[in-house]
């Protein structure tokens, strides 16, 4: 596998020539600071020679090389999935179960997941093929809102919808939310609707928040990931962003990023 840019070197297009640390990067081997540091430690060879200025601008006949394995650079793309219940966040499982990538079989390029829903959750997850952009968009410097919808066995005084925000220690780990509130219980089933903003995405964050209070998650949705949400579509429904979603996501993904 080589990669290929839309630039022949020293033909005088500089503008479509690009930072090797960038391509690196975006072609999800490492971030581009790691990527910076593998150039410097001379790992890192273009055209069969080894490069060490991070300067180094490469274009579409250029094949790019890290550590003796030839990179493979593909154009972006970028998708929205609603991820239903009983599915891996994943391109693949050991144990033969559904993973996210087997909603889209038509699509050529390599994508992955951005982040991750576990198992028994569904919702909204991003998939691409832009390493750099997925690195810098799961951040934790970045204050994206992911919006959750939790049903939960009991229902949660004021109170305790505080202590979610106000944060709290479960198995040695901090875990806050930005925002929770109570959309609509049942006093029957003694059940709870509850929305829960987060910034963060720690494994399995929201049901262990709520575990900790005596409220154990029985149903778990994202519905909003930034501006974005999964109005009009079905659980294993996916489309393309549109370039203007793009452009917000990577807005978010630069900010408070070097």
Do not use: W
């Not at 999935?81 to 909603?103: A, E, N």
Request: aromatic share 6%.
């Amino acid at each position: 596998m080589k990669c290929k840019y839309n630039k022949k070197v020293g033909d005088g297009r500089m503008a479509d020539m690009e930072r090797l640390q960038k391509v690196i990067a975006h072609a999800g081997i490492a971030s581009r600071r790691k990527a910076e540091k593998l150039i410097l430690d001379g790992k890192v060879t273009v055209n069969g020679k080894v490069v060490t200025e991070l300067g180094t601008k490469v274009g579409k006949n250029d094949d790019v090389e890290v550590e003796g394995v030839p990179i493979d650079k593909e154009e972006p793309v970028y998708y929205l999935l609603y991820k239903p219940r009983g599915v891996i966040s994943s391109v693949s499982d050991d144990k033969g179960r559904k993973v996210v990538t087997d909603f889209l079989p038509d699509v050529q390029e390599r994508i992955f997941p951005i982040g991750r829903l576990d198992y028994d959750t569904s919702g909204l997850i991003l998939l691409t093929n832009d390493g750099e952009f997925a690195n810098q968009l799961m951040h934790p410097s970045h204050e994206v809102d992911k919006v959750y919808i939790a049903k939960t066995k009991g229902i949660p005084s004021k109170e305790q919808l505080k202590q979610l925000k106000k944060g709290m220690t479960v198995d040695g780990e901090y875990l806050k939310a930005v925002h929770a509130k109570i959309n609509s219980t049942d006093t029957k089933k003694n059940t709870a609707i509850v929305q829960i903003i987060l910034h963060e995405g720690k494994n399995r964050q929201v049901r262990r928040m709520f575990e900790s209070l005596g409220f154990p998650v029985d149903k778990l949705k994202r519905e909003r990931y930034g501006s974005l949400d999964l109005k009009g579509m079905n659980a294993g429904d996916f489309r393309p962003l549109k370039p203007y979603e793009v452009k917000q996501l990577r807005a978010l993904a630069e900010k408070n990023v070097e």
